[in-house]
């Protein structure tokens, strides 16, 4: 019998199939240079809007676009290190492998791996932390634009109070039980059980089995769905109804609005699911 690969994939980090705790270290290598890349374009764009706009004139620019010393430093070492990854690739490709520190020759990138031989099976390499200057490089990059671009976050951090969040997601609860989309959901989740699987296939033995599947990908597709389309339309449609005035007219901060919405449209779905899951065990 199969099992899910989600509801035992902390088993594969045990085993190291394919990736296990020994791979953390690349990994996180891994990490810090595909989502600083991405921090890094994200921090030089909010930089570039944040100088244009006239915060000079308006204390609410000045709240909206926070832009500090700080972030201005570490999204020049972001650069800088980027310019050196650049140096590295043209070393490549003039044959050069290594550059001498110290009197000791320092390789500027890893070496390509040979090609599988054919017909083997293709399998995922696991990740090693790589110790050239180039993947370093490349990681001290990433975690220059991270730590830019999350200054903002961390300093909101410190403002952020559980009891405004609560209030606030307390009301989020409520909005979101009040609202029709969620009954909806409800009504469709006894979907699945008025076509059995045994309508499509022979083998009664695997009926529990496929069962299971099904309402496991039905029940995840309308929880995924319904959470979306609550918090995609809460906010703009407190905009459009004025509702929202009510609440940033209070000492709360636009962060924490966010925050509440977010706690409690995940306890609402994490109730929806929990007595979804107990409907379809007793069906």
Known sequence: MMSSPALFGILQLDRGEPYGFAQLPGLAQAWLQD???????GLVVYLLYAYRAPTHESQSERLRLPLSFGM????????????VVFLTIGAEYNDQPAVRVL???VPLYAPTP??????????????????EVRPLVLMAAGAFALAGI????VRDAFKLRVRRVNALSRIAFKEAVRSRLLWVVAGLAAFPFLFPTTWFQNAPADELRSTVTVVT?????????TAGLLSSFSLPNDIKNQTIHTVVTKPVERFEIVAGRFVG?????????????????LV
Request: with cysteine; aromatic share 8%.
């Open 35 to 41: 989502a600083g890349g991405f921090a890094a374009l």
């Open 72 to 83: 201005v430093v570490l999204a020049a070492l972001s650069l800088l290190c980027y310019a």
């Open 103 to 105: 009197g000791r020759a």
């Open 114 to 131: 040979p090609p599988p031989p054919p017909g083997t099976d293709l399998r995922p390499v696991p990740p090693e932390f790589q110790t």
């Open 150 to 153: 999350l200054i903002p976050f």
């Open 217 to 225: 990908l039905c029940l995840m597709i309308l929880v995924l769905v």
């Open 265 to 281: 449209y995940t306890a609402l779905m994490t109730l929806a699911l929990a007595a979804l899951t107990a409907f379809t065990l």
